[in-house]
Structure formats: C-alpha cells, structure tokens
C-alpha cells in the first residue's frame, strides 16, 4: 500500500504531465552561471547564438514541460528549462537562445529537438510539450509551429510578457540589473520588491516605451521607428555588414568624428554657457556633405581626392570607400543610441517616472550603446536619473511568456500574479 506521502507526489507528477506548465518554479538560491551553455548536447546550428549566461536554479525539483518562443521581426528568443543531466546536484537552469528570424527554420528544428530529448532535459514524458509563444511570429508562424512540431502553441500578449519577464528580473535574480559608465562599467543593484512604476525602453527592430505601474497595469506612452532595425537596415546599406554582430564590431573600431560634425568643428571649442563640451555631436553624420563637396572641388582643380574618398594603399583614389564603414557604424550607433536616450528621458519626465529600464536585442551588453544611452539620461537630467540595463536585457518578452504559465505568488516577491 502507498504511502500518503508518496501518493501525493505521484498525483502532482501526472498533473504537471497532464497540464504543461502550471507546475510552481522554484528560484529560491537562484544565480545566473558564470560559464557558457552548451545547450546541453543538442545540436544548435550556426543559426543559433548562446550569447548570455544560463540562470542556475538548485532548488526546483518538479517537471516543466513547456518551452518558450518570443518571435520578433529580427531575432527569435527561447527559454527553456533543463535538468543537469550529468550532475549529481539538484536543480536545473533556464537556458536561453535566439535565431535570426529570417532562419526560423532553425529554431523549429531545435524545440524539435527539445521535444525529441524532453524526458531527459526536465523528467516529463516524451512527446509532452507546449509551446508558448509571443511577440508578432507567434501569429505569423503560428500555424506553421502547430504543423511542423505537432505540440500544443499558446500565444501571450506581447506588451504583458515584456513586463512580466521585467518584473521577474528586478525583483528575483541577483547581480541581473545594472547602471554602466566608462569609469565603472557595471554597477549590480540588488533584487527589490518595490519597483513601481517604472519606464520600460524596450529597444528591438522599433522603439516601445511603456508605463509601469503595477503588475498588470501598463501603458505604451511612445516610443520611435528609429530603433535596431534602423541601425540594422542603414549599417548594411552603407558598409556591407551583413551580420549585427559585424556592425557593432565595425562601431568599435570606427571613429564618428570623421563623419560627424562636433561642438568643436563649429565654435572652435566649447560652448560652455550651455553645457556643450567640444566633443558633443552637433550634427550626425554633418561633415560628409562638407568633406564630399570639398572633395568634388579639389578633385576639379586635380589637387585631391574625388569625393572625399579615401586612399588605397598605392595611393590611388579607392571609390567604393568614401569614408570608412567603420566610421559609418559608429556614427549610425551614437545616433539611434542618442536618440532613444533623449526620447526616454522626455517620457520619464512628462509621466513623473524615476527608473528607467532599457530592454531588448539591440543592445546585447555593447559597452558604447549602454554608455551613450547612460549619458544621454544622466545629461539631459543633470544627473538626477539613471539608465538600467539587464544581463538578459533581450529575453524579457521569452521568460515573460515563459512564466505566464505559472500559478500565483510563485516568486519570493511575488513578482508575477497569474
């Protein structure tokens, strides 16, 4: 005869088979791992990229049998749970990777994976899983997943995910969110329970900026089309870059003085009385009509180059290089960057909000971003306000999806109310 003990067990074990998800994660102890994912042994394509830490969580023990997919225009973020297979410790982690939304082939190919290998990576059966989706591809791909993977597809309400995956980050996972500067690059601020409101800039191929005054009460109060995708769309016109990652390489070499036009450029120095120091951007990209026009000229008269092009290493015009992609890169970053930075603070203003929080795959931890929009918060406020970032900062929407299919008050702050 079973003991009552053991029987109860056995009865949560089927629900949580029969019922995907809804069993309560524990994050008591939770940290996020020093080392890289190997994805635990699954076979992630070149499509796919591990490019942030897996959080640790020693002490949940029961069955997660759901997977989550944030499916947005440029990139598809997933968060899955997984046992340490190979350990003899407790616990699991939630793993994260994205793929390029244009390669979401891939990505399907990899929860296929996930399905195939489930009862190993989280102890459920095989064959049960659910997919919970959200962000615009999980209506665009919805009948697509339902077909390719055969599994149950629930979509989730993107703005709220956003939120919910916020929420989690503040208030449960240590050394998650941070302020940065060149002269202290990351500054962890302890998980809080008191996070309201707050400003959201989540910062993906547009610009949403949203209101947060609850855990279920929010507002998009604007945000811009000038965003990641913009970055995106204008570095490959301009320097072949054909990846993100190789923009924002370029970027970190470049130097956007060749190609914008500073404080300095126009007064000589600086403009004090106002606040201008003489490297502050006066003009985005305000010497290339000047330098291609003084480049005509000179090239006229025979004494220069045609176009302000720069020279090849025999000392002969090179065309197709008017001015350096790298210099191109950079500028473009600073004034998308810039932009979000003075837009966001304006918001913050105008709805009496004092933390602010930039999220989304644009940012992806690239020091130059994160300090020109630190600046751009601490200038435009007299250095009143902050700018926050996250380690995970382009996973909100995923684990917010990831976690809606969780019971109430399962956070040690209750930071998600089902």
């Given at each position: 005869m079973k003991?009552?003990?053991?029987q109860h067990r056995e009865s949560l074990l089927d629900e949580t088979i029969l019922s995907p998800g809804t069993v309560k994660i524990n994050v008591q102890g939770a940290f996020i791992v020093d080392e890289v994912s190997n994805a635990n042994?699954?076979?992630?394509?070149?499509?796919?990229q591990h490019d942030t830490n897996d959080i640790r969580l020693p002490n949940h023990k029961a069955v997660v049998s759901h997977v989550a997919l944030d499916i947005g225009g440029s990139l598809a973020k997933l968060v899955y749970f997984s046992r340490e297979p190979y350990s003899k410790e407790l616990g699991g982690r939630l793993n994260f990777l994205k793929f390029e939304t244009d390669r979401i082939d891939q990505c399907f190919e990899f929860v296929q994976q996930l399905k195939t290998k489930q009862q190993t990576l989280n102890g459920s059966?095989?064959?049960?899983?659910?997919?919970?989706?959200?962000?615009?591809?999980?209506?665009?791909?919805y009948d697509e997943m339902k077909q390719r993977l055969g599994v149950e597809v629930l979509q989730e309400d993107e703005m709220e995910c956003l939120i919910i995956g916020l929420d989690f980050f503040i208030t449960e996972i240590p050394r998650e969110v941070f302020t940065y500067s060149e002269t202290d690059p990351m500054q962890f601020e302890a998980p809080r329970a008191d996070i309201y409101p707050y400003l959201l800039v989540n910062i993906g191929s547009g610009v949403s900026m949203v209101k947060v005054s609850g855990s279920k009460q929010y507002e998009r109060i604007g945000g811009t089309s000038l965003g990641g995708g913009t970055f995106w769309g204008l570095s490959s016109l301009l320097t072949g870059a054909e990846t993100f990652d190789d923009m924002l390489a370029m970027a970190d070499r470049g130097d956007n003085t060749a190609v914008d036009m500073l404080v300095g450029d126009i007064y000589?120095?600086?403009?004090?009385?106002?606040?201008?120091?003489?490297?502050?951007i006066a003009s985005s990209f305000g010497k290339v009509f000047k330098m291609k026009k003084q480049g005509a000229n000179d090239a006229e008269d025979g004494s220069g180059l045609s176009n302000g092009a720069r020279q090849q290493p025999d000392g002969s015009p090179d065309p197709e290089r008017r001015f350096a992609p790298e210099d191109i890169s950079r500028?473009?970053?600073?004034?998308?960057?810039?932009?979000?930075?003075?837009?966001?603070?304006?918001?913050?203003?105008?709805?009496?909000?004092?933390?602010?929080y930039f999220g989304g795959s644009f940012i992806r931890g690239h020091r130059q971003t994160m300090n020109t929009l630190s600046y751009a918060i601490k200038f435009w406020s007299k250095g009143e306000k902050k700018a926050h970032f996250l380690r995970h900062e382009g996973y909100l929407g995923s684990v917010g999806v990831f976690l809606k299919r969780q019971p109430k008050n399962w956070g040690r702050r209750n930071s998600f109310e089902g």
């Open positions: 003991r009552p003990r053991l042994g699954l076979d992630a394509d070149t499509a796919c059966k095989p064959g049960e899983l659910c997919v919970m989706a959200t962000g615009g591809g999980a209506y665009k791909y000589g120095t600086d403009y004090g009385k106002i606040g201008l120091k003489t490297t502050t500028s473009l970053l600073y004034a998308v960057s810039n932009n979000i930075g003075q837009i966001a603070y304006l918001q913050s203003e105008k709805h009496k909000l004092e933390h602010i």
